[in-house]
């Protein structure tokens, strides 16, 4: 199987999993990562889904932020977005989880995670390649 085919449908899927995620799944992310890749392929198809808390691999600290929020460029000068509450308290969890905006913003760093850490998707698709070769 192709290693670039294989990226790319995993960057497809990430793309996709950030787009679907609830709010809660979000939130999840940016405090404490959790992402994985479940690969399946044979010569002409590949699957890929992405979980939530699934065993840990290199996809694992894609968008954690320790429960800071990104700032994404349409932050920049954006007086809608208010003071989030305090950093580490319940309120932060529930207007994270209440605020389209956070979570549009949410979308966009991961989003852009995901495009600037190919070394970790590449890394990914070499680790499952090495787990398949390593089972034949």
């Not at 192709?2 to 995620?21: G, H, P």
Request: aromatic share 6%; hydrophobic share 45%.
């Amino acid at each position: 199987m192709n290693k670039e085919i294989i990226l790319e449908s995993l960057t497809r899927a990430l793309e996709s999993w950030v787009r679907n995620a609830s709010a809660a799944q979000l939130w999840h992310v940016h405090q404490a990562g959790g992402l994985a890749a479940s690969i399946e392929a044979d010569d002409e198809v590949v699957q890929v889904r992405i979980v939530l808390g699934g065993a840990r691999d290199a996809l694992s600290d894609i968008g954690k932020t320790d429960g800071r929020m990104p700032v994404t460029e349409a932050f920049l000068g954006s007086s809608a977005w208010g003071a989030p509450p305090a950093q580490g308290s319940p309120e932060r969890e529930q207007w994270f989880l209440s605020s389209e905006l956070a979570q549009t913003h949410a979308r966009q760093y991961l989003m852009a995670e995901v495009g600037e850490r190919r070394d970790l998707l590449e890394r990914c698709v070499d680790d499952w390649i090495a787990r398949q070769g390593a089972a034949s």
